[in-house]
T-cell receptor, first 112, second 108 residues
Framework: DAGVTQSPTHLIKTRGQQVTLRCSPI?????VSWYQQVLGQGPQFIFQ???????GRGNFPDRFSARQFPNYSSELNVNALLLGDSALYLC???????????FGPGTRLTVL | GIQVEQSPPDLILQEGANSTLRCNFS?????LQWFHQNPWGQLINLFY???GTKQNGRLSATTVATERYSLLYISSSQTTDSGVYFC??????????FGEGTQLTVNP
């Protein structure tokens, strides 16, 4: 079975631009979560979606938004990019809201 | 919020050595997972272990929920074990709170 997939793999943007990251969960998984990992630190929770509804939001500004589609895939959008948004963005999926989370390979975003 | 502390922050071993990584957490948890992050950034699930002991090959983990810690044991380490090991906990909902990780280097 395919694991969690994310696209693109790498992305380079400039300050002030907007970016959209995509995630496809494991087949049968209905929950998707997004995490940001800055170099040298552990991942930080951004959002969780379950059955297309937001179920949790971490301590991130409103420039960060997300949504989940009927096929359970998800997009993370970041507006007005800052240098500090440079990070590895990880997507995780799980069957239900309290089950083991499985992570995708991540999208590495560089903001210049 | 809950605090997750991992130790040691860095560990250097010779191939074949054994090691113990520790994760302390400041509050009761519903779930605890151990991950291995490879050099390409992929987080690989090792254990889902809110309590008790589990073993998978050369790796085993023990969580003592009442004392708020978990241990990850790596026996007969191999160079492919190198990478960062993360402990992550869930207190409510399902958001994972990660520790800062242990950077493991296994030399041949």
């Amino acid at each position: 079975d395919a694991g969690v997939t994310q696209s693109p793999t790498h992305l380079i943007k400039t300050r002030g631009q907007q970016v959209t990251l995509r995630c496809s969960p494991i087949s049968g998984h209905k929950s998707v979560s997004w995490y940001q990992q800055v170099l040298g630190q552990g991942p930080q929770f951004i959002f969780q979606y379950y059955e297309k509804e937001e179920r949790g939001r971490g301590n991130f500004p409103d420039r960060f938004s997300a949504r989940q589609f009927p096929n359970y895939s998800s997009e993370l959008n970041v507006n007005a990019l800052l240098l500090g948004d440079s990070a590895l963005y990880l997507c995780a999926s799980q069957t239900g809201i309290a089950d083991t989370q499985y992570f995708g390979p991540g999208t590495r975003l560089t903001v210049l | 919020g809950i605090q997750v502390e991992q130790s040691p922050p860095d560990l250097i071993l010779q191939e074949g050595a054994n090691s113990t990584l520790r994760c302390n957490f400041s509050d009761s948890v519903n779930n605890l997972q151990w991950f291995h992050q490879n050099p390409w950034g992929q987080l690989i699930n090792l254990f889902y272990i809110p309590s008790g002991t589990k073993q998978n090959g050369r790796l085993s983990a023990t969580t003592v929920a009442t004392e708020r810690y978990s241990l990850l044991y790596i026996s007969s380490s191999q160079t492919t074990d190198s990478g960062v090991y993360f402990c992550a906990v869930v207190t409510s909902g399902s958001r994972l709170t990660f520790g800062e990780g242990t950077q493991l280097t296994v030399n041949p």
